[in-house]
C-alpha cells in the first residue's frame, strides 16, 4: 500500500488508521509548494487533487473517512470496525459519516467565525460537540473500552481543534483527546 502523505494535511488521518492497524505500508510524499498535489499522475489517484490519497494494488482510496472505512473492512485482525452484520455497524457507520458531513463543516464555521445557517445542511458547533459528548457517553471511547476508526475520524477533528484553537473547552472532550493522544499509534501532525 501506498499512502500520498503530507504531515499538515488530512493525510495524518489515515496515517493514523493505517498505524492503528499495524499495515505495512509506503508514503509517498507530497510536496505542496511544488503542486505535486494537482499533477496529471497524482490526479489519477484523486480527482480532486487533495489529500489523502491511499493506493491498495488496483484500489485508488480518497477522503479521510473512505480510507479509513476500507483499512477498517481490510485489517478485520486490528479490530477496529464492527463486521458488516454486526448490531454496531449503523452507528459506526454512522459516526464515521457525521465527522465529515457535520462535525467538520461546524467546527469549521466555528474557527472561522462563521454563522452556521441550517441551509448549508450542517449543525453549529456547540450542537455537533453535544452529539459527540453524548456519543462518547462515559468512554473512554464511542464504543466503550473499544477504540474505533469512528475515533480516528471524529478524534482526529478535535485533536485538529486543540492544535489550531485551543482545547475543546469541554471537559468530557479534552480528556477524550488526551487519552487519543496517549495511544501508541496516536496521530501525528506538522513536521
Not at 496515517?15 to 505542496?32: H, Q, S, T
Not at 477496529?80 to 467538520?104: K, N, W
Not at 457517553?137 to 485551543?166: C, E, N, Q
Request: glycine content about 10%.
Amino acid at each position: 500500500m501506498k499512502l500520498y502523505y503530507n504531515p499538515r494535511s488530512r493525510a495524518a488521518i489515515a496515517k493514523w488508521m493505517l498505524d492503528e492497524c499495524g499495515a505495512d505500508y509506503e508514503i509517498v510524499p507530497i510536496d505542496f509548494e511544488k503542486r505535486e498535489h494537482k499533477a496529471p499522475e497524482f490526479l489519477e489517484i484523486n480527482p480532486a487533487g487533495k489529500l489523502p490519497a491511499l493506493v491498495d494494488g488496483d484500489s485508488r482510496i480518497f477522503e479521510s473517512a473512505a480510507i479509513c472505512l476500507y483499512l477498517g473492512d481490510k485489517f478485520p485482525e486490528a479490530n477496529l470496525a464492527p463486521g458488516i452484520g454486526a448490531p454496531e455497524r449503523g452507528r459506526y457507520l454512522s459516526l464515521m459519516v457525521y465527522s465529515t458531513s457535520q462535525l467538520e463543516p461546524a467546527m469549521g464555521d466555528a474557527m472561522m467565525g462563521v454563522e452556521a445557517i441550517p441551509q448549508r445542511g450542517w449543525t453549529d458547533f456547540e450542537t455537533a460537540k453535544d452529539v459527540v459528548e453524548d456519543e462518547l457517553g462515559d468512554g473512554p471511547y464511542l464504543f466503550g473500552d473499544w477504540f474505533t476508526a469512528a475515533d480516528v475520524m471524529i478524534g482526529s477533528l478535535f485533536v485538529w481543534k486543540r492544535i489550531w484553537g485551543g482545547p475543546p473547552e469541554r471537559p468530557s472532550l479534552e480528556a477524550y483527546v488526551d487519552r487519543l493522544l496517549e495511544r501508541p499509534a496516536a496521530m501525528e501532525i506538522g513536521g
